[in-house]
């Protein structure tokens, strides 16, 4: 499996987790080839099987240099014709983005537009993107952001901690390219299971009924993304599923969601659930510096 990290970093956040991708590539047989993104960066991404692409959040966005990057790429391959309509995926190529951010206003919803304006780079590429990660990364000399922010003391990370989630994470996306090519070319979903079902996935019977019922309950339209997301959010809340109170929280997020909202939500639940259920999703949400 042809692969690329490309990055950018200016205080090492980013730099940080790339090594780890490296590492953790390295640990599956994969040896990456690693660019840190430049001006004369001249690069053909078709080349690779799977890209990684890194940057930290600067202004709710990609760093200066990943953006003019994106910019000169969209170009080139509008004018070699690699952009089409309705951006059908090409088999094989796969990618993943991951940004750093300090969080010091709005939490993870601040790096939310950085990894959607990346994910949409690729999807114009027409590569499946199989990831979109979010690292906390330290406010580097800047102590008030470092440990006054809506993420509270940041100092220190990314930490081990969440390089070794990086490591889970590269693990999961090279396992799923692999089953991919032994399933001959059905198609991977995106990155969807939580930590706690990932044995699931190792059964890869109960994996495709699993996927069919979510293929049925995306295809409902009745109610709309958010609406969706705040049921699952109180209904995994009162099952007690940690990981998938934390999942359904960040795609709420991603979708819009205020925090209030998220809050009404568990607060519809605790009317059946009651006061355990309270505690366990607020426990849930201060985890994620929600409230
Ligand atoms: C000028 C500047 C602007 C930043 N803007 C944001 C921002 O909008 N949102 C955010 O969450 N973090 C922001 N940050 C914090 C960085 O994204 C964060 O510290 C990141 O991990 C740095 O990565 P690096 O060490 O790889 O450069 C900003 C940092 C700087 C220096």
Redesign the pocket.
Known sequence: MKTLILY?????????VTYSIEDALKNQGVIPEIKKVSKDLNIDLYDYDLVFLG???????P?KPVLDFIHSQLMLHRKKGDIIPCSPKLPGKYAVSY???????TGIR??IPANKYMEQFFEHLRFSVLGEWY??????K?EE?STKGTLGNIKGR?NTKDLLEIQYKVRNIVNRIKDKDRDNGHDIEEEFIPGSLRFIMKNQDFLNKFKQVIECQKNTNSLDKTTQELIKIALSASYKCRDCLKYHILEALKNGVTDIEIQDAIFCGAIIGGPPFLSFAFDVLDELRII
């Open positions: 950018q970093s200016f205080t090492k956040n980013t730099e940080k940057t930290p959040v600067i202004e709710f966005l760093c940004v750093t951010y300090s969080g010091p206003h601040e790096a690292i906390v990364g330290e406010f580097h800047n952001l990314p």
